[in-house]
């Protein structure tokens, strides 16, 4: 997955739009048709505004350049776990994306209601 796509990916997982990114990023002369163009492939300005991009988006740089990063013990840590996810999500339907959304909350209720 590439950079950009790791940020269109992560956009729809934040429930962002292109809209919103570029009117988050205006002050850096970001506007809709910027991010038209990148996906296009007519612009790949994102690059210099990667820490920008992925402080907007909460994720890491790594993250957003698909640095894979493991314990020392040689386990995935979270943000490996993290892009496995995303991939994953990338690739359901509207009604699996529901489904895993649903089964999330049902997980974080339990964990809340064991603290």
Do not use: C
């Not at 988050?24 to 612009?43: N, P």
């Not at 300005?45 to 991009?53: D, Q």
């Not at 988006?57 to 995935?76: H, R």
């Amino acid at each position: 997955m590439s950079v950009l796509d790791r940020i269109i990916a992560t956009l729809k997982m934040k429930g962002m739009s292109q809209v919103e990114l570029a009117a988050a990023l205006k002050d850096y002369g970001v506007t809709k048709q910027t991010v038209t163009d990148w996906k296009s492939g007519k612009s790949n300005t994102y690059y210099s505004l990667i820490a920008e991009i992925a402080g907007i988006l909460e994720v890491s740089s790594d993250y957003l350049f698909n640095i894979k990063k493991s314990a020392p013990d040689g386990t995935p840590s979270i943000e490996t776990s993290i892009d496995e996810l995303s991939g994953i999500i990338q690739n359901l339907s509207d009604e699996g994306r529901r489904q895993l959304l649903e089964h999330a909350r049902l997980v974080e209720f339990r964990e809340a209601s064991l603290k």
